[in-house]
């Protein structure tokens, strides 16, 4: 075996991925069944001590107890602001006509894209948004 067919069986395919803010490298060969991106909610100042995962495509942040992210804060509209995954994985945020407005890094906003790192202003509570890759049945930040 020659110095360059020794070198091709050890380099392998590589893409890479972005989660947040972070470039991941990811083997190609390397199954990928089983990982999935979620949003979540990092409290900051909130009214809620623990982290939100953002489960499923749409998630209503309000006040009623049907909401899918209850914030039990009088300054937060019964259905106050959506969260929203699309098929890519990309998350956005819409005020769904709210009292108070919803804010991403401190400014008012009616809908506008996440990105890992921004805050999210709803009633009294301030929120981190970030990106977490579920790997079958576990989750990592």
Same mark, same amino acid.
């Given at each position: 075996?020659?110095?360059?067919?020794?070198?091709?069986?050890?380099?392998?395919?590589?893409?890479?991925?972005?989660?947040?803010?972070?470039?991941?490298?990811?083997?190609?060969?390397?199954?990928?069944?089983?990982?999935?991106?979620?949003?979540?909610? =990092?409290?900051?100042?909130?009214?809620?001590?623990?982290?939100? !995962?953002? /489960?499923? $495509?749409? *998630?209503?942040? %309000?006040? +009623?107890?049907?909401?899918?992210?209850?914030?039990?804060?009088?300054?937060?509209?019964?259905?106050?602001?959506?969260?929203?995954?699309?098929?890519?994985?990309?998350?956005?945020?819409?005020? =769904?006509?709210?009292?108070?407005?919803?804010?991403?890094?401190? !400014?008012? /906003?009616? $809908?506008? *894209?996440?990105? %890992?790192? +921004?805050?999210?202003?709803?009633?009294?509570?301030?929120?981190?948004?970030?990106?977490?890759?579920?790997?079958?049945?576990?989750?990592?930040?």
């Amino acid at each position: 075996m020659n110095v360059d067919d020794a070198a091709e069986q050890t380099l392998r395919p590589f893409k890479l991925e972005t989660i947040g803010e972070t470039d991941l490298a990811r083997d190609f060969d390397r199954p990928t069944t089983g990982i999935r991106v979620m949003g979540v909610l =990092l409290p900051v100042q909130a009214c809620v001590k623990d982290r939100i !995962v953002i /489960v499923g $495509s749409s *998630a209503v942040v %309000g006040r +009623d107890p049907t909401a899918e992210i209850v914030l039990p804060d009088s300054a937060v509209s019964k259905r106050h602001a959506r969260i929203r995954c699309d098929p890519d994985g990309l998350y956005s945020i819409e005020d =769904l006509g709210s009292s108070n407005g919803t804010y991403v890094d401190n !400014v008012p /906003v009616l $809908s506008c *894209a996440l990105h %890992g790192g +921004d805050s999210i202003r709803i009633g009294r509570s301030m929120f981190v948004f970030d990106r977490i890759r579920s790997f079958e049945g576990t989750t990592e930040t």
